[in-house]
Each structure stands twice: as C-alpha cells, then as structure tokens.
C-alpha cells in the first residue's frame, strides 16, 4: 500500500534552516507528482511546493519563492524539501501528499515551528 513517511521537522530560530524528508513507497515513485502541503494552527491547508515525475518542473506558493526549494531522488523514493531563511509564519505541520489512482494520500506530518 502506499505509505509516505516525513522527517526533519523540530524548532529553528527565524532565519534558519531546514530540511524536509518524504520517504515513499508502494507506487511507482518516479512517476508521480509529489506535493508538500503545510497547516498551521487557524489556518487552512496551503499547497507550498510541487515537484513533478523524474523532477521534470516544480511549483511554489508565492510565500515561499526564493526561500525553499523541492527536488527528488528517484533511487530513494524521497522527496525534500529545503527551507532557508524561514520565518514565524512558516509555523505549521508539513505533510507530503500523493494522488495514486484517484486516491489521496498523506504521510502523518512534521512538526515546524520557527520562533526565537
């Protein structure tokens, strides 16, 4: 079954860094378009980056532009997320998210909270 597992999350001081890990398995991963989506608290679930099969195109929300960066490894079935320069408001659950035959699936979320 498809199952995708995130890491790297935990508490940086503004102007910090991260890195986000999607582990994948279960399909066809290099065929698949993995997407990162956030929530934080209040708030409703964001769409902050995209990375398409074999990392042919990428796609960002306007709020996270210039500062994080997708990309993959096919031989890891792993998809990250590099964040620089992050900021209070990039608080909130990172989830990774696939479509598989129609369906939707997510991995269980890492915790990022930027605060001094």
């Known amino acids: 079954q498809v199952q995708l597992v995130e890491s790297g999350g935990g508490l940086v001081q503004p102007g910090g860094s991260l890195r986000l890990s999607c582990a994948a398995s279960?399909?066809?991963?290099?065929?698949?378009?993995i997407n990162w989506y956030r929530r934080a608290p209040g708030k409703e679930r964001e769409l902050v980056a995209a990375?398409?099969?074999?990392?042919?195109?990428?796609r960002y929300a306007d709020s996270v532009k210039a500062r994080f960066t997708i990309s993959r490894d096919d031989a890891k079935n792993t998809v990250y997320l590099q964040m620089n320069s992050l900021k209070p408001e990039d608080t909130a659950v990172y989830y990774c998210?696939?479509?598989?035959?129609?369906?939707?699936?997510w991995g269980q979320g890492t915790q990022v909270t930027v605060s001094s």
């Open positions: 279960g399909f066809m991963f290099s065929r698949y378009t």
């Open positions: 998210n696939v479509r598989v035959s129609f369906s939707d699936y």
């Open positions: 990375i398409t099969g074999i990392g042919v195109s990428t």
